[in-house]
């Protein structure tokens, strides 16, 4: 096709390094979103063009500003961590260019810039519920654990918050650094505190570690339970944990285990694709996001135009393999279910099965 009958679609994540999990979940996503509804939209020919930020925010901004005035990419999308995603949204707002969020969770990421949507969800939306969760279920005690940066921060704040606010106490507020980090010191005063329970919030990637010393340091046989949001019992590697993570519940906004039609047929055909490779949240974030850049694509005629995409992205209502999901047009940001999930062993596999539902859960972050 001729060049300009192209529409590209600039996809930054990090195929490398520590988060290259989520950049393998999201472009494998990607890919099957595209070989399910065609690689032609609105009479545009879809280019996909993958760039490796190794994580790293300088570079994303790099890549960024590269894809955006050399190869003149009509959407941008991908950012498998907060820094990267707060690092493009310059580039993003003085090139009128939409950047599609599809991993990272931060709230305030949608506030950085008018031309941001986000597919993935947010940690204040997913937290809240466990502090709701853990009173009425015997834990009036809680040490939170989470990455010292945007994430972690929000699942602090909203957990604590609404902990305390239900009339449970929290006596320690800890912090690991993102990169490389070293869980066990905290581990070991957590065990000297003795909660009723632990809650953690790690990125994607990460959590098998955790639950891997967690075990070591016998916390589970001492009374005390591990709870968090859904990152830390990731579908990616879930399957791998052993025994440990057997009854840890979570709130989440998807489990591979979603027992609908919608998502049966997701992971399927993405386990097929991808040598039996489960899908997580991180690839329903990417496969969502592609759906949005489809949709925005043919409702605003297939011309291209940042305003025009921007536009038709907002308001969007559709289902999700994670349930029914809606682009707030006002926020730019998710609204969707978060579940309350506990780790089962089903025919010899640990999933994270659901038991409870909170509705269309808009970002808390938001409404102040
Ligand atoms: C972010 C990254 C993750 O891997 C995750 O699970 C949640 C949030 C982030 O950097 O925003």
Do not use: C
Request: net charge positive; glycine share 8%.
């Amino acid at each position: 096709p001729a060049q300009d009958n192209v529409f590209k679609i600039g996809l930054i994540l990090p195929m490398t390094g520590q988060q290259a999990t989520t950049g393998r979940q999201i472009e494998a996503a990607a890919r099957l979103w595209m070989a399910q509804n065609g690689d032609t939209v609105a009479g545009r020919k879809i280019q996909l063009i993958v760039r490796d930020d190794t994580s790293l925010p300088d570079q994303t901004r790099r890549l960024a500003q590269e894809l955006v005035v050399n190869e003149k990419v009509n959407v941008l999308a991908g950012m498998g961590i907060t820094p990267s995603a707060l690092a493009v949204a310059p580039i993003a707002t003085q090139s009128k260019t939409p950047l599609v969020v599809m991993a990272a969770a931060t709230s305030s990421i949608t506030e950085a810039s008018p031309y941001i949507v986000r597919s993935s969800f947010t940690l204040p939306q997913v937290s809240v519920a466990m502090a709701d969760w853990a009173p009425k279920n015997g834990i009036k005690t809680v040490v939170t654990l989470v990455s010292d940066y945007g994430p972690g921060l929000d699942a602090e704040k909203y957990f604590s918050e609404r902990f305390a606010f239900n009339g449970g106490k929290v006596p320690e507020k800890l912090r690991v650094p993102l990169r490389n980090p070293d869980f066990a010191p905290f581990l070991q005063k957590v065990r000297d505190l003795k909660p009723d329970a632990l809650f953690v919030f790690v990125p994607s990637g990460a959590g098998a570690a955790v639950m891997k010393q967690f075990g070591e340091r016998g916390m589970d046989k001492a009374g005390i339970r591990l709870i968090g949001t859904g990152d830390v019992t990731d579908d990616d590697q879930l399957n791998d944990m052993g025994d440990v993570a057997l009854g840890v519940v979570t709130s989440h906004h998807y489990s591979a285990f979603h027992p609908s039609p919608a998502n049966k047929k997701f992971v399927a055909e993405f386990m097929k694709a991808n040598k039996n490779l489960r899908p997580n949240f991180m690839a329903v974030g990417g496969y969502d996001g592609m759906r949005v850049i489809y949709e925005a694509l043919k409702k605003s005629g297939g011309k291209g135009g940042g305003d025009a995409l921007l536009a038709a992205m907002k308001g969007q209502i559709f289902e999700s393999p994670r349930g029914p999901v809606f682009i707030d047009a006002q926020t730019r940001d998710i609204v969707q279910n978060v579940y309350l999930r506990k780790v089962e062993k089903k025919d010899g596999q640990l999933w994270n099965v659901e038991f409870d539902v909170i509705k269309d859960v808009k970002d808390p972050g938001k409404s102040k």
